[in-house]
């Protein structure tokens, strides 16, 4: 026993060697390539497709003409929603129309399923998903109230930075969300750094500071006299996106408020985001009642399904910043959800602060899952079916298991797109689209049904 | 090497009237502790008397209501956790083991507290981890998954992680609890080897009173939350002791190696001190 501890120095066989030593790991590389293969071909199948008919060889030129792919023009339109230089028809449909919708299914589904495998370390359960802690419930309230109760209202909005050539949603979607990314940890190390403090208080302010950036912004909107001359009216509808997003912020924000007592546990979560899920729900469902016509009806069913349907340059660019934001915080915090899972009384006997860990990487999820529904609203399963997938191929440990999420999350999201985009075209000839949450439901259910009986051990984290 | 052997005079650490509560009832209501620099101090007592909860104070796991803990004099309340885990590490009883890494991923995890948050692995991490591994003697496990591992074997890969962090002081909670004969053994017999090779001071609680008596420098007995007696092994652990603290008649030899306790029977008797909470009750030996 002792001569071999002794050698042990030498093996180089596991373990962390270097700082991206364990990204060569054959499981995971193969994990990602085999998901690239299948996001490619996904969306090669996606731009080829559609009222515009093109063969995928056409298809393939105009993707990759040069005239657009080098031209530095064309990406500023992109990317910062500038004028789009003159090109051929094809590659126009293409890259302006097509390909933008494949995009913001890389995105959605990278961050919901890094979002579901940070829950699953925060509230150790192997059935977290990014809306375990309200989060759907909380956006899908906001989308039917906006849609039912304010779609006839219009607000005079303040551009406070025209200059920046962003949409309006666009500025407003960054100045909340860094308002509530530098506010909300501030206001809870705050709260956490006085153990005496009430929580319940701490928690309270931290609705206050959420909630803060949206009221202050209804005020500025209802007094339009002082910025009359700077605002631009715009519907509430157009904010939906924001609105979810902060909808689902809100509830995941009253979750933690109420599950707060001396510190959090990871039952008291979600027992908390059992109860406020299904509050929410049961408001947003009654509010369907009071819808007008069935197109508002529609619009509230795609929007708390899940739907790509219109994604453009404009969405890529909603979901963007914050998926990077996001995936960058996620991969820096994986060794803290690696140490989380040795249970709090170790986690917290090597030097984790656990109450802010933990509250700072469901934060962290929870503005991943919040920039997907922002964008294409409720995707369901993805979040988690996922995790468990890439855990089953490349182990447990978090840092290579976010890594995998980065790479399969996507290839699911754009492989479902393609069949809500196309599928009921192959099956009844019809051209109608299905919100995508309802393939990755079809997919994910059985899926998952498949993975739990072929492993015993389909719980384990 | 230099950092890897840096220069430590062992620690001292003490419990100063500390008042620790569950749910607003004091487990241990004002008592004072100290664990010697470089000794091994056993805290021993019935089920409920209170010295996991002591236990747990001193890891600064339950904040104390009053008092203070104090690692060579310094407040661990004023320590930053980091700072704090880098003097003192614990042995929890409620780890979860993730089936799915290695013994040695779980051992690199006791490096935690000594790496920065961009900071990669350094030489010095990994002699700390090799260092901890062959000490608690788990290197033809190295490799291994814990899931596929006896409990005496994981307790092995946990004690190689505490020892890993590389602590002033080692905290550790029922070690032996649950293990078979040899892995009990294993266990006492890495306590035996920190104590005669490095500088750590240890605490740790300990079920069975007569392991205590062979590796505790000092014993510190405890029944409802009050330390009944402390010292060395051969002035504490009388017949008398056994039969007010653990409600059992025994015969205690004095040995060369120390006492040896051969209990004989319960105490049922009504002769008890009042406070006995439990009276005639029969004390099973788990916790």
Known sequence: ?461 | MTEETRERTASELTGEDLVLSYADEPVIDGETVTAEPGAVTALVGPNGSGKSTLLKGLADQLSPDEGTVLVDGEAVSEMGSKALAKRLGLLSQESTSPDGITVEQLVYHGRYPHRGFFETITETDREHVDRAIELAGCGHLRDRELGSLSGGQRQLAWIAMVLAQDTDVLLLDEPTTFLDLHHQLEVMEIIETLRSESEVTIVVVLHDIQQAARIADRIVALKDGEIRASGEPQAVITEELLANVFEVDARVERTERGPRIEPLRPRHDEADPPQADRPGGVELPTD
Not at chain 1, 252 to 268: E, H, M
């Open chain 1, 1 to 461: 026993m002792s001569n071999e501890s002794s050698t042990g120095g030498q093996t180089v066989s596991s373990g962390p060697r270097s700082r991206f030593g364990w990204l060569f790991d054959p499981a995971l590389l193969s994990v990602a390539g085999a998901s690239v293969v299948v996001v490619f071909v996904g969306g090669m199948v996606q731009i080829s497709h559609g009222s515009y008919s093109m063969s995928y060889v056409e298809a393939w030129y105009a993707m990759f003409n040069r005239e657009v792919l080098f031209d530095p023009a064309a990406w500023q339109s992109f990317l910062f929603g500038t004028e789009m230089p003159e090109v051929s028809t094809e590659s126009l449909v293409i890259w302006n129309i097509r390909l933008p919708r494949v995009i913001v299914a890389v995105f959605v589904g990278m961050n919901l399923a890094v979002s579901g495998a940070i829950f699953q370390a925060v509230t150790r359960n192997e059935l977290a998903s990014p809306f375990i802690l309200g989060v759907s419930s909380g956006a899908g309230l906001a989308i039917l109230l906006t849609l039912v109760v304010l779609s006839g209202v219009s607000l005079g909005l303040p551009l406070l930075v025209p200059a920046l050539s962003l949409s309006a949603g666009g500025v407003l979607t960054a100045a909340l969300t860094v308002a509530a990314v530098v506010g909300i940890p501030a206001s809870w190390l705050y709260a956490v750094r006085s153990a005496t403090r009430s929580a319940v208080v701490g928690a309270a302010g931290l609705t206050a500071a959420a909630v803060l950036g949206f009221g202050l912004l209804a005020v500025v909107g209802t007094g339009p006299l002082a910025f009359a001359s700077i605002s631009v009216v715009v519907s509430v509808s157009a904010l939906l996106p924001l609105l979810a997003a902060v909808g689902g912020i809100t509830a995941f924000l009253i979750v933690y408020a109420i599950a707060w007592k001396n510190g959090t546990s990871p039952v008291r979560l979600v027992l908390a985001g059992v109860i406020v899920s299904t509050i929410f729900t049961s408001l947003q469902t009654s509010l369907f009642f009071f819808a007008d016509n069935v197109g508002v009806v529609q619009s509230a069913v795609a929007w708390t399904n899940g739907s790509l349907t219109g994604a453009d340059w404009e969405q890529v660019r909603i979901v963007l910043p914050w998926s990077i934001l996001a995936m960058g915080l996620a991969m820096a915090g994986a060794r803290q959800l690696n140490v989380l899972l040795l249970g709090e009384q170790t986690a917290r006997s090597l030097g984790v602060s656990v109450e802010r860990v933990r509250f700072g990487l469901a934060s962290v999820a929870v503005l991943a899952a919040a920039a997907s529904i922002a964008v294409a609203g409720i995707v369901s399963f993805v979040g988690l079916i996922v995790p468990h997938l890439v855990r089953s191929l490349v182990g447990t440990d978090y840092k290579k298991l976010i890594v995998g999420c980065l790479f399969v999350g996507p290839a699911l999201m754009v492989v479902a797109d393609v069949g809500a985009r196309l599928g009921m075209g192959l099956l009844t000839g019809s051209g109608v689209q299905v919100p995508v949450g309802i393939v990755t439901g079809l997919i994910g259910g059985p899926y998952f049904l498949y993975l739990m009986r072929r492993q015993e051990n389909i719980g384990e984290i």
